[in-house]
């Protein structure tokens, strides 16, 4: 796992994360630093809990749609998993309203989440770029 970085929605800070595969399998994403004030879980979260959570969601995904991965920590952790989905490409930003996100097209999503873990033939895939 290697340690990026992005910009949080609000633009006011830098979020530092890593994002990998555990196993060749399971790719978890963390955030484990924030240029700002806002505390946040520093836990890793499986990148297909995420999913899930946002493909059962019903109307305009935002920071609130990601709050039950979070129960009991920081209400910070969720905008800020937002902003790395954002940066690493697997959300989009609707069209509609610029503080609601949309999941990606389910092909764009698979290949970026693919390019995490190994390549068949055994090598380790290129980190991908925000």
Do not use: W
Request: overall charge positive; aromatic content about 6%.
């Amino acid at each position: 796992m290697k340690t990026k970085e992005c910009s949080s929605l609000s633009g006011l800070s830098t979020l530092s994360y890593k994002i990998g595969c555990k196993d060749d399998k399971e790719v978890s994403l963390s955030i484990v630093g924030n240029t700002g004030k806002g505390i946040f879980n520093k836990e890793p979260v499986e990148l297909a809990k995420i999913d899930a959570l946002l493909a059962s969601h019903q109307g305009p995904i935002t920071s609130g749609s990601l709050h039950g991965l979070f129960e009991g920590k920081s209400s910070n952790s969720a905008g800020f998993i937002l902003a790395v989905l954002l940066a690493e490409g697997l959300l989009k930003i609707s069209t509609g309203n610029q503080r609601h996100y949309e999941r990606v097209d389910q092909k764009d999503y698979e290949k970026i989440v693919q390019g995490y873990t190994k390549k068949k033939t055994g090598k380790k895939a290129k980190e991908v770029s925000p």
